[in-house]
């Protein structure tokens, strides 16, 4: 009887700790910011939560989308409302691994782990006559372009395609 009360108990243990880690592709924006801010610290300032946080608010001024959004939950921005930036910083001071951080942030700020990444658009791929003007501005606005007197969905299309050759060597679309 003994033995089976404790089988019980760890497949309840076992089950328990699944269920609360990260699914594949959950958190995908905390994991993929908190991997890419770890990689740009060097050893000294990975030792200290306080370095951390002052990397971290650093890190965050030049962020964009959904990045910018996860600093802001965090309190890596000046217009944060609220701020949970030592469930990051100690953490990482641990080397602790990104998704593991992000379980925790998780319990303190559910959203965090509501934010997924835009799907990117393969402009080599797509017939841009198709997309939304919604979807052409996102693209300008990832180049850092704007379009001026841009009235009409032609008028974006015009743009886009003048500047295609100065991006399209670019892999962050």
Do not use: H
């Not at 306080?50 to 962020?63: A, H, V």
């Not at 001071?93 to 393969?122: G, N, V, Y």
């Amino acid at each position: 009887m003994c033995k089976f009360g404790v089988f019980s108990l760890i497949l309840l243990v076992a089950t328990l700790q699944t269920s609360f880690g990260l699914k594949e592709g959950e958190c995908e924006v905390c994991v993929k910011t908190v991997d890419k801010f770890a990689a740009t610290l060097s050893d000294d300032v990975k030792k200290d939560p306080k370095k951390i946080e002052l990397e971290f608010k650093k890190f965050c001024k030049g962020s964009k989308n959904k990045e910018n959004r996860f600093c802001y939950y965090l309190g890596g921005l000046e217009e944060s409302a609220t701020g949970i930036l030592g469930e990051l910083s100690k953490p990482l001071s641990w080397s602790m691994p990104s998704d593991k951080i992000c379980e925790k942030l998780r319990k303190k700020d559910a959203q965090i782990c509501d934010l997924r990444f835009d799907k990117q658009i393969d402009l080599n791929n797509v017939d841009l006559k198709k997309l939304k003007v919604r979807d052409l501005k996102k693209i300008l606005n990832d180049w850092d372009e704007v379009c001026d007197g841009c009235i009409e969905k032609t008028d974006f299309i015009k743009r886009i395609e003048e500047l295609k050759p100065k991006y399209m060597g670019r892999s962050d679309l």
